[in-house]
């Protein structure tokens, strides 16, 4: 951290990374502005701590050598904008993380393994954080969940020696949009689908941030299955594919029920990981990311016994497919984490009937494509949240004869007292849900919309199903 010693260095956006970025600044010795929105209240501990807090900015002080800006933040941002016209640079926490690591790389700094893709990261980087410590190594999942990177690669152990030797590594687009040296030991696009085009500017921009999770990488993985992400390994100089059918040579997949590699066995037809019903995760996407997990971990020279271990002991995350009750010969499953449509469209693929609850936010992607795709396996629809009517309106052109039920939300809501104005929503969306199932059915929160117009966040969104659904009185 020497070359970051002494310099200024504006933090913009005092989030969790933010923070925690601003800490590690600190202690290496740099001198830390601060600015945000609002002042949140870490601000007081950081100043404690010798950084200056500035308050809100639209122009970035004549001192500062570099600019950490929170991955909420558009490029587009007054800040940030001032900053590209002064020709400071400006990076993201994972990237500050990234040069702190090879700063001070020894031979020791633990090597990344990096997951990106419109949906599947955290599963996909939990399934391998798993296999890594089914492998004895010391391992951690960090980035866009679990801890601030920046944290990870600055963690010792009572020797002194770094805390980790691999760190299994989740990557939004946002953090790679500001991440230009990132050199993960293999690299990993899931899928890559409309979504956040209005923090890009348009879907080209968003593959482009996503394919620089690649740009240094001597391993490339992706589903053969996605277009757009198989394309972006294909002109790599050691591209790895995943498929849910008999693997060629380089890739891993499914044979007679089976995952298999042959792409790091010696064996030319390939060495067995796992029957694919030892994975606990439904549905031919969770397949597709304990593949990509697995080609992760071999390409890190781990044992096939190991990626069997830790993926046949893998249980998921919440709100990521959990079945929250039957009640009435009727499943209910939380999978509010799909929070576009490609999301929502794995989620749906992976239950044959299904009264689907959707809506919310949809951050200008096209819901069509998605409707009309699913629209055989609708038993109804319940629709919440603000852009419920653009979902209504795409059910009427692809699914006409599907019951559907919209649920006014937001302003249209009124307290009683004993519960918010969110949660009362969600329990007339499920008694709706109810109302159109049948038993067989399965009532799947799967909003295809990101949460923050009716809720705090998508975690919120799936704890007021789970309620709501429990108050039903059936038995899990």
């Known amino acids: 951290m020497s070359d970051l010693a002494g310099r200024t260095v504006l933090v913009a956006g005092l989030g969790v990374s933010g923070a925690a970025a601003a800490r590690v600044l600190l202690d290496g010795g740099a001198h830390v502005l601060l600015t945000d929105a609002a002042e949140p209240p870490v601000v007081a501990d950081l100043v404690a701590a010798g950084a200056s807090w500035l308050g809100a900015l639209s122009e970035v002080p004549g001192s500062v050598d570099l600019v950490v800006t929170s991955p909420g933040w558009r490029p587009d941002a007054p800040l940030l904008a001032d900053a590209a016209r002064r020709g400071v640079e400006v990076v993201g926490?994972?990237?500050?993380?990234?040069?702190?690591?090879?700063?001070?790389?020894?031979?020791?700094?633990?090597?990344?393994?990096?997951?990106?893709?419109?949906?599947?990261?955290?599963?996909?980087?939990?399934?391998?954080?798993a296999i890594l410590l089914a492998a004895g190594r010391r391992a951690v999942a960090a980035g866009n969940v679990g801890r601030p990177l920046v944290e990870v690669v600055t963690a010792r152990g009572d020797d002194g020696a770094p805390a980790y030797d691999v760190i299994a590594v989740e990557l939004s687009s946002f953090q790679l949009?500001?991440?230009s040296s990132l050199a993960p030991a293999a690299a990993a696009v899931l899928n890559v689908a409309d979504d956040h085009t209005d923090w890009h500017g348009s879907f080209e921009a968003y593959r482009d941030a996503k394919a620089a999770i690649l740009r240094h990488a001597p391993v490339a993985v992706a589903d053969a299955g996605d277009p757009v992400a198989a394309a972006l390994v294909a002109a790599h100089p050691h591209p790895v594919t995943v498929t849910l059918g008999e693997p060629g040579p380089g890739q891993l997949g499914v044979r007679s029920g089976v995952l298999v590699d042959r792409a790091f066995s010696g064996d030319p037809a390939g060495e067995v990981l796992l029957e694919r019903t030892a994975l606990e995760l439904p549905g031919p996407h969770n397949t597709v990311n304990a593949l990509v997990a697995a080609a992760l971990a071999r390409a890190a020279g781990?044992?096939?016994?190991?990626?069997?271990?830790?993926?046949?002991?893998?249980r998921g995350g919440a709100h990521r497919?959990?079945?929250?009750?039957?009640?009435?010969?009727?499943?209910?499953?939380d999978?509010?984490?799909?929070?576009?449509?490609?999301?929502?469209?794995?989620?749906?693929?992976?239950?044959p009937r299904v009264v689907w609850i959707a809506g919310g936010l949809l951050k200008g992607a096209?819901?069509?494509?998605?409707?009309?795709?699913?629209?055989?396996?609708?038993?109804?629809?319940?629709l919440l949240g603000r852009d419920r009517e653009r979902i209504a309106a795409s059910l009427a052109r692809h699914a006409p004869s599907v019951p559907?039920?919209?649920?006014?939300?937001?302003?249209?809501d009124r307290m009683d007292g004993t519960a918010t104005a969110a949660e009362e929503t969600m329990t007339r969306v499920v008694a709706a849900a109810a109302g159109l199932a049948r038993p067989g059915d399965t009532v799947l929160l799967a909003p295809a919309a990101a949460s923050m117009d009716v809720f705090r966040d998508y975690a919120h969104r799936g704890r007021a199903f789970a309620d709501a659904v429990r108050a039903l009185g059936g038995p899990a």
Request: charged residues 15%.
């Open 93 to 129: 926490e994972p990237e500050l993380a990234w040069r702190l690591r090879a700063g001070a790389d020894d031979g020791t700094a633990a090597p990344w393994l990096a997951v990106t893709g419109t949906n599947g990261k955290t599963t996909t980087v939990t399934m391998l954080e």
């Open 177 to 179: 949009h500001w991440s």
């Open 302 to 314: 781990v044992p096939a016994d190991a990626v069997a271990q830790g993926l046949a002991g893998f």
């Open 321 to 333: 497919n959990v079945l929250v009750a039957t009640v009435g010969g009727v499943d209910y499953v």
């Open 335 to 351: 999978d509010s984490k799909a929070t576009n449509p490609h999301a929502a469209g794995a989620s749906l693929a992976a239950y």
């Open 366 to 382: 096209d819901v069509d494509p998605l409707v009309a795709a699913v629209a055989p396996r609708l038993a109804g629809v319940v």
């Open 404 to 412: 559907l039920v919209t649920v006014a939300s937001g302003d249209d």
